[in-house]
C-alpha cells in the first residue's frame, strides 16, 4: 500500500488537543486561594510564650535615672600581687625547672649533620649541632631546642614528625 506523504490530511494535532484556557486560569485561581490560606495560617499562629518574653521591651520610666556602674577592677589590679608559686616534692625539697631537647639525629661526619641541620631550619625550628666523644670516636649530634613547655614540645615533635625525622627528647635541668 502505497502513501502520500506530501499531503497530510490530519484533523488532530501531533502533540494531542490543547487544554482551554479555562482550565489554566482555574489551576492558577485555586493555586493562588491555596497561597493565600497558608499565608493567612502563619499570620494567625499565636506567638510562643517562651517568644514572648523576649520580644516584649521593657518600657522605661519617665522618673528612672540610669545609675553609672562603678568598677573596681582598675583600683584593686595596680595593688594586687601575684605570688610565684614553687613546686616542691612531697618530702619538701624544690623540684628544679627543667627544659626539653630533641635529638633529631646524630653522625660521625659533620657534613651530614649540616645538612639535616639545614633541612630543619627550613621547617622553622632553632636547631644546633653539639659534638661529643664516644669511645674515641666524634659524634655530631642534631639537636633541636630548647623548649619551656610541652606545648612547645610537642608541636615540634608535630613537625618533625611530618618530615619523616625520628626524635628522641632529651631532659635537661636550667
Known sequence: MTQDFAKRHSNVNALGSPLPGWVWFFT???AGIFVSFLVYLWK???PDPVTTDVREVPKAEPNHVVEEMQYKFYDLFPSSEVPIVEEYNT???RIESFSYLLQAGSFRH??????LRGQLILLGLDVFLKSIEVDGDTWH????GPFDTDLALNRAQDKLAEAEVETIPLKIRQ
Not at 659533620?110 to 645538612?115: G, L, R
Not at 649530634?141 to 633541636?144: D, L
Open 91 to 93: 618530702d619538701g625539697k
Open 28 to 30: 492558577g485561581l485555586v
Open 44 to 46: 494567625l499562629v499565636p
Open 141 to 144: 649530634r642534631v639537636m633541636v
Open 110 to 115: 659533620p657534613n651530614e649533620a649540616n645538612e
